[in-house]
């Protein structure tokens, strides 16, 4: 089983909306987690450096098995 480690950058602003960058995606978690070390200096990620989250993924796998409903669209 190969898997991958994505890293993001979230969080909510002062208006309640989500703030998300896709990073990037790793090898392992070893080399994600080295990635988030250089970018915590950066500007904008250095007022934020505890906001960088890394999951891990399965390759060759669905995650998301579920449907989706828009609050905005209404099938017909």
């Not at 089983?1 to 978690?29: L, N, P, W």
Request: aromatic share 16%; charged share 30%.
């Amino acid at each position: 089983m190969r898997k991958v480690y994505v890293v993001q950058h979230s969080y909510e602003d002062a208006e309640g909306c989500d703030e998300t960058k896709f990073i990037g995606v790793f090898s392992s978690d070893n080399a994600a987690r080295g990635a988030i070390k250089r970018l915590s200096l950066q500007p904008g990620f250095c007022e934020r450096p505890d906001d960088f989250f890394v999951d891990e993924y399965e390759v060759d796998r669905v995650h998301w098995v579920e449907g989706y409903v828009n609050q905005f669209y209404t099938p017909s």
